[in-house]
């Protein structure tokens, strides 16, 4: 059984979500409170899956597990706000090594850590669980599903850095901007407050591969893609293919109606990086680019 054919089956499984509220298959949950919408996602970060301890420390399995919970929360266009972090490890784990990658990301992205959980176990778990807010402005939080036929997809910076890094620590390199992409992503929030603000229609941060990412957003949408693959930023270093499918570069991938230049002047108006417009939505669900990336399997 592949990953997003046991999240679907569970989805099944449970009672569904009120009219107001949306729950499993998104970025995050968002859940309705006096204060507004409520943003509520969870991660895990397990040893020899998520981060391989030869090649990384401790504090950058910290950093990792705080922003790509961080991301789902800037895929919706949100902020963060509140983190409980749980830790299951053996005996000996460096628990303030690690709690120093966790301190230093919540800061980062000004959220507070605020309860969790310590266990003993075989291998090195940290779960997090993020609370954010969702509205701003009267804007409802980005889902998945709102994507149209004639939205442009953009993407939010160059692609690859993470798997390019990989590469090159598994050749022997410690350094370089590509080894640190992969030891600390970066979450990319205020990229994802401007996409909101800028009318996006969808969105979905690239954890699995720009390819499957994508493909779920198309999912959810229940619409199709033209993607010009050549027009895929690619950052220096990686190759096409690491950017297409290589996954754990927690940019965001967005659909928006109308002119690129009103979406182009949002993130200008932040001093941000400019998106890049990589294609359109299709009508046609069948129109579909590949959908390269990972995907975990229980079979």
């Known amino acids: 059984m592949q990953e997003f054919e046991a999240i679907q089956r569970i989805r099944r499984s449970l009672p569904p979500p ?18 507004g919408e409520t943003l509520l996602a969870a991660d895990l970060v397990v040893a020899g899956v998520h981060a391989d301890l030869a090649l ?22 949100g902020t963060p706000r509140y983190l409980v972090v749980s830790v299951a490890g053996p005996r000996g784990t460096d628990l303030d090594l690690l709690y120093a ?31 954010g807010d969702g509205g701003d402005g ?49 979450a990319r929030v205020a990229e994802g407050r401007a996409a909101r603000d800028a009318g996006a229609t969808a969105m979905i941060d690239v954890s699995d591969g720009f390819g499957a990412d994508l493909g779920h ?13 050549d027009a895929l930023p690619v950052v220096e270093g990686a190759t096409r293919e690491e950017a297409w499918a290589g996954g754990e570069d927690y940019e965001l991938v967005f659909t928006a109606p109308g002119p690129a230049d ?6 200008a108006g932040r001093r941000l990086r400019t998106p890049v417009a990589v294609g359109s939505i299709t009508a046609d669900v069948l129109h579909r680019p590949r959908a390269n990336g990972w995907q975990h399997s229980w079979s």
Not at 104 to 112: E, F, L, P, Q, R
Not at 144 to 172: C, E, H, N, Q
Not at 262 to 267: C, E, L, N, W
């Open 18 to 35: 009120p009219p107001t509220e949306v729950w499993i298959g998104d970025d995050t949950a968002v859940l309705s409170g006096m204060s």
């Open 138 to 186: 009267g804007r409802p939080p980005v889902l998945r599903s709102g994507a149209s036929a004639g939205d442009t997809v953009f993407v939010t910076g160059p692609l690859g850095g993470s798997a390019a890094g990989l590469r090159l620590l598994r050749s022997g390199a410690d350094e370089g901007p590509l080894v640190q992409a992969h030891r600390r992503p970066q």
């Open 56 to 77: 990384v420390g401790l504090d950058d399995v910290g950093w990792k597990a705080v922003a790509v919970n961080v991301s789902d929360v800037a895929a919706m266009g």
């Open 101 to 131: 990658g966790i301190s230093s990301a919540a800061a980062t992205y000004g959220c507070s850590v605020v309860g969790g959980d310590l266990s003993s176990a075989p291998i090195l778990v940290v779960a997090v669980t993020v609370v």
């Open 262 to 267: 009103r979406v182009i002047s949002a993130f």
């Open 217 to 229: 957003l198309l999912d959810s949408s229940a619409v199709g893609a033209e993607i010009d693959e």
